[in-house]
C-alpha cells in the first residue's frame, strides 16, 4: 500500500494494477478510501495552483492565517505626510483614519460528482480529469472576480462601462454586489491614438494632487502597467513593444503601421497585462501592486463524501477571498467605447 505523502492519482492507478484489485474494492478499504481522497484533493490543489492568475500582476494578495478572522481595514494614508521636526520639539501625531476601506473575505465553491459507474469501471482517467477541472475553474474564479471588482468600482463612467459584465459576486447573482464608484482619473479614448491616451495617462497619474486641511500635497502614482481586454492586446503591443515608432490612429485592431524611422519612446513603457474578464470597453493604466488588495482568507479547501442518493462520491471545494479597490486614483481608466 502507498503511503499518504507519496499518494497520488498516478501512483494510486500503478497500485491498483499491482494489487489486481478494481478501484470500487479499493475504495471499499478504510485505508483505500483514505488515499483516494488523498489523491483526490492533492490532483485539485496541485491543479489549482498551477494555473497562471493574470489578476497576481496588478494586485497585491494579502493573506491571513487561522484565528485573524475575515476582515481587514484598510486606512488612507492621505493624511500621512511626515513634517520638519525641530530639536526638542514635539512630534506631531498624523491622522491616519481619515478615510478608510474594509475588505472582508467571502465564501466561494462548488461541488462535483464521480459517479459510481465512473468507479466502477476503473476510469480512472476520467477521475483525473474531472477533478483537474475542478482546479482550474477554480483559479479562474480569481481572476474573474479581481477584474469584475475593478470595473464595479469604475461603473458610473458612461462610455467605458461593459454592460454585458455584471458586478455581483460570483456567477449567479444572489444579490450580493461589489462596491460601486467613479474613478476620479478617466478619460474617454474613442478616435484617440494609444500614444496621446498613455501620455495623458502617466502625465496625469503622476502630477495629480489632493487637497487636506488647506494643504495641497502631491500623489505621484508611477504607472508601469496597462491593463486591458484580450482583443486590444494585440493593437497595444504594436505600439508598445515595437523598437520602430508605430504610427495609430484611433483605437481599433490592426490601424496601427509601421513607420521605418526613430526610436519609439513607448517601447517597453507599460507592462500589458490582457484578460478576457477585464471590461471591453474600458482599459486601465497603473501601478501595478498599488491601490488594489486581494484578500485571501483561505486558498482552497477540498473534501470527499459519497451521496447515496445519486450513487455518487461528491468532491466539494471550497475558497474565502475578496478582491477591493482601496485607492481609486491609483488607476487611470480610459473608456474605449465598444471598441
Not at 514635539?90 to 459517479?115: C, H, W, Y
Not at 526610436?263 to 471591453?280: E, M
Request: hydrophobic share 40%; net charge negative; with cysteine.
Amino acid at each position: 500500500m502507498i503511503r499518504e505523502d507519496n499518494v497520488s492519482l498516478s501512483t494510486l492507478q500503478e497500485d491498483l494494477r499491482n494489487e489486481r484489485v478494481p478501484l470500487k474494492e479499493y475504495v471499499a478499504r478504510k485505508e483505500g478510501s483514505a488515499l483516494f481522497t488523498v489523491a483526490i484533493n492533492k490532483h485539485l490543489i496541485n491543479t489549482y495552483k498551477s494555473y497562471e492568475s493574470t489578476f497576481s500582476r496588478v494586485f497585491t494578495t494579502i493573506t491571513k492565517g487561522d484565528g485573524e478572522g475575515s476582515t481587514l481595514r484598510f486606512p488612507s494614508l492621505f493624511g500621512c505626510n511626515p513634517q520638519y521636526i525641530p530639536e526638542l520639539s514635539e512630534i506631531p501625531f498624523d491622522n491616519l483614519d481619515i478615510t478608510s476601506t474594509t475588505v472582508e473575505a467571502q465564501k466561494f465553491g462548488l461541488r462535483m460528482g464521480i459517479s459510481q459507474e465512473m468507479i466502477d469501471d476503473n476510469e480512472i482517467s476520467l477521475i483525473n480529469w474531472t477533478v483537474g477541472r475542478i482546479g482550474t475553474k477554480m483559479a479562474e474564479l480569481r481572476d474573474q472576480e479581481a477584474f469584475k471588482c475593478i470595473h464595479a468600482n469604475n461603473s458610473l463612467l458612461g462610455e467605458s462601462v461593459d454592460q454585458s459584465l455584471a458586478i455581483h459576486l460570483g456567477n449567479r447573482n444572489r444579490g450580493v454586489f461589489y462596491a460601486t464608484g467613479t474613478c476620479t482619473n478617466r478619460l474617454s479614448g474613442t478616435a484617440v491614438a494609444w500614444e496621446n491616451l498613455i501620455s495623458t495617462a502617466i502625465n496625469s497619474l503622476r502630477t495629480q494632487t489632493f487637497t487636506l486641511a488647506a494643504q495641497t500635497y502631491l500623489n505621484p502614482v508611477y504607472a508601469n502597467t496597462i491593463l486591458v481586454n484580450s482583443n486590444a492586446e494585440l493593437a497595444l503591443r504594436k505600439v508598445l513593444n515595437s523598437p520602430l515608432i508605430v504610427m495609430a490612429t484611433g483605437i481599433g485592431q490592426g490601424n496601427a503601421t509601421h513607420v521605418g524611422g526613430g526610436n519609439n519612446v513607448f517601447n517597453g513603457l507599460l507592462n500589458i497585462v490582457a484578460s478576457p474578464y477585464v471590461a471591453r470597453g474600458t482599459a486601465y493604466i497603473l501601478e501595478a501592486g498599488r491601490g488594489l488588495i486581494f484578500l485571501e482568507r483561505e486558498a482552497i479547501r477540498t473534501d470527499r463524501m459519497t451521496n447515496w442518493a445519486f450513487e455518487a462520491e461528491e468532491v466539494k471545494a471550497i475558497t474565502r477571498f475578496m478582491p477591493a479597490v482601496i485607492e481609486e486614483r491609483s488607476l487611470f481608466a480610459i473608456g474605449l467605447g465598444t471598441a
